[in-house]
């Protein structure tokens, strides 16, 4: 997954908030699911993920948590043991982040008083197996 940054956006302005070290815990979660349980709907899969843990808990409920999550940006922890933490994306126009599709990530709140204007574009690489020489150079 690609952040592009369109216009400046600065802490606190609602750039997008991601769980940093997610990505290993959605792989080890998936690694501890059965054949028939990852072939299940996607909203179910992602229900039984946020209760895989009660930070993930935390993170993921509803209602006004913003408490939470500035301790969980301050703080952060081990899920599973995995070090995990909260950060917010900042930065100027022009500006990329390229991340793991399988971290976790949300709009952030914008406390600012300047709009927030960026940009989310999935990356996908194909892979096929038989042509790896592809990708060698």
Known sequence: TCFFFINHVEPHGGGTM?????????????SELSPDQIAAKLKSVRTR?????PWIQSLTARGDTRPDRIRMMEEGTHVHGYPCRLIELAGEPGEAYITSGSLL???????????????????RVPHDEDSEEDYDE
């Open 18 to 30: 991601l769980c940093e070290g997610s990505h290993r815990v959605v792989e080890k979660y998936f």
């Open 105 to 123: 990530h949300a709009t952030g709140h914008n406390a600012s008083d300047q709009p927030r204007f960026m940009r989310t574009v999935d990356i």
């Open 49 to 53: 993920f946020y209760r895989y843990d």
